[in-house]
């Protein structure tokens, strides 16, 4: 069973909204012990951590505070991202990880 899953990518405009999951059906246990990130990366640039949610709450990077906000359903496995006044900067494939595993990612497109 594949371990991570990402959904939600699409094209959006400057402004506006996407929101971003991440289905976890194989991670065994409690799943509200996992610690789930999301990194993206653009075309030519280096990974970007975007966020991570755990047991303790949820940290953001720099970039993205106070536009992206992650919340998680820990009956169902999933932790979702909710992008919000969105830019141009923030095309890139966004990837949810959890330790070593990393899912195949979903395409944001931030375009006029």
């Known amino acids: 069973e594949v371990p991570l899953v990402e959904s939600g990518g699409g094209l959006a405009q400057p402004g506006g909204s996407l929101r971003l999951s991440c289905a976890a059906p194989?991670?065994?246990?409690?799943?509200?012990?996992?610690?789930i990130s999301w990194v993206r990366q653009a075309p030519g640039k280096d990974v970007e951590w975007v966020s991570t949610s755990d047991i303790t709450g949820v940290k953001y990077g720099d970039s993205v505070k106070g536009r992206f906000t992650v919340s998680r359903d820990n009956a169902k496995k999933v932790v979702y991202l909710e992008l919000n006044s969105l830019k141009i900067e923030d095309t890139a494939i966004y990837y949810c990880?959890?330790?070593?595993?990393r899912g195949q990612g979903t395409q944001v497109t931030v375009s006029s």
């Open positions: 194989g991670l065994t246990g409690r799943f509200e012990y996992y610690s």
């Open positions: 990880e959890s330790g070593i595993l």
